[in-house]
């Protein structure tokens, strides 16, 4: 294969050349939790990445787009824990565009690393049964660092109502006086979860600029009484971010809904918030025209996640495997 052009990300400019390679490689892949190209766009676009330098775009001789990487390398104080998503189109594949685009990642992020004088590691997924795929990182140098189980669960079946312990009330995100808390609870609450780093107040701003984000879906469990207590005595204890995506849900042809994040604050745990959480953002998506509730989580789990998933009727659908490289 010859490739004669790689350059750049221009932004809009390029972007339908891009949904359209996307949705080739979603055609043949059927890769249930891949990132969509809206989704996909957000990350793009986002404000701190360097489009110049992290994102590069590969062309055949006709200049159509047949291969696209990002290097996403999140601001962390002691070490760059960069992720490499990368798309090749269907036609091009097994031809050595797949070692290029990691050879590209590897070099941006040592002179990232260099620049930063800080130690980096390059991350990336795949799917259990892909074969292919699985190869090239091992033969690359990766190695499986987690694994990850998509989980789902039909809606069509009976939703326990939540119950809520005593003095605490359901309520949802409600605008910019609610995302410091809701950031401060995050963190708190997945401060003991493999890798974990902790969010930005920033970070959670540009999510919610997501075209699929609702903040109506967003769901917390304040303690206190709200019709007692003044907002400052009030805390976020628990939190169940749902979301429906038409666009993926359009290619699919399926009516799916996402539990995105679910989290008890550290000191609020053992109390059944959680389980209360998850099932009020069932009875949530299915309102919202979801026939099944879908999420992805850690399948090695130290929180018991995985427990309280199958116990109200997931069960795992995909296996995922996350790879690191010291680079």
């Known amino acids: 294969m010859n490739i004669l052009t790689t350059r750049s990300y221009k932004g809009e400019t390029d972007w339908c050349a891009i949904a359209n390679l996307i949705d080739a490689c979603e055609a043949v892949d059927r890769l249930g939790e891949e990132v969509s190209a809206t989704e996909l766009k957000l990350i793009l676009d986002a404000p701190k990445l360097d489009k110049a330098r992290d994102v590069q775009l590969w062309e055949d001789g006709n200049y159509k787009l047949i291969g696209l990487s990002l290097l996403d390398m999140p601001d962390f104080p002691a070490e760059i824990d960069a992720c490499l998503w990368f798309y090749v189109h269907p036609n091009f594949r097994g031809e050595g565009l797949e070692k290029d685009i990691i050879k590209w990642g590897e070099k941006r992020l040592r002179e990232v690393a260099k620049e930063r004088n800080l130690p980096a590691k390059l991350r990336t997924y795949s799917r259990e049964d892909k074969t292919d795929e699985i190869m090239l990182l091992k033969k690359q140098g990766f190695e499986v660092d987690r694994y990850f189980w998509t989980m789902a669960r039909s809606l069509a079946e009976p939703i326990p109502t939540p119950e809520f312990p005593a003095d605490f009330v359901l309520t949802h995100v409600s605008g910019e006086q609610d995302i410091q808390p809701w950031v401060e609870m ?142």
């Open 186 to 327: 995050f963190n708190q609450s997945f401060i003991d979860h493999w890798n974990h780093h902790d969010l930005t107040a920033e970070t959670v701003r540009y999510w919610m600029q997501d075209p699929n984000y609702k903040p109506e879906l967003d769901l917390i469990a304040v303690s206190g009484d709200s019709l007692r207590d003044s907002f400052a005595s009030r805390k976020f204890a628990a939190f169940c971010d749902c979301q429906i995506k038409p666009q993926k849900n359009a290619r699919s042809g399926t009516k799916d809904g996402w539990i995105e994040l679910l989290g008890t604050r550290r000191d609020f745990r053992k109390m059944g918030l959680g389980k209360a959480m998850l099932l009020a953002g069932l009875h949530k998506l299915k309102a919202a025209g979801a026939n099944t509730a879908k999420l992805s989580v850690d399948a090695d789990s130290l929180t018991g996640a995985t427990k309280l998933y199958k116990s109200v009727g997931f069960h795992p659908m995909e296996t995922w495997i996350e790879w690191a490289k010291t680079v």
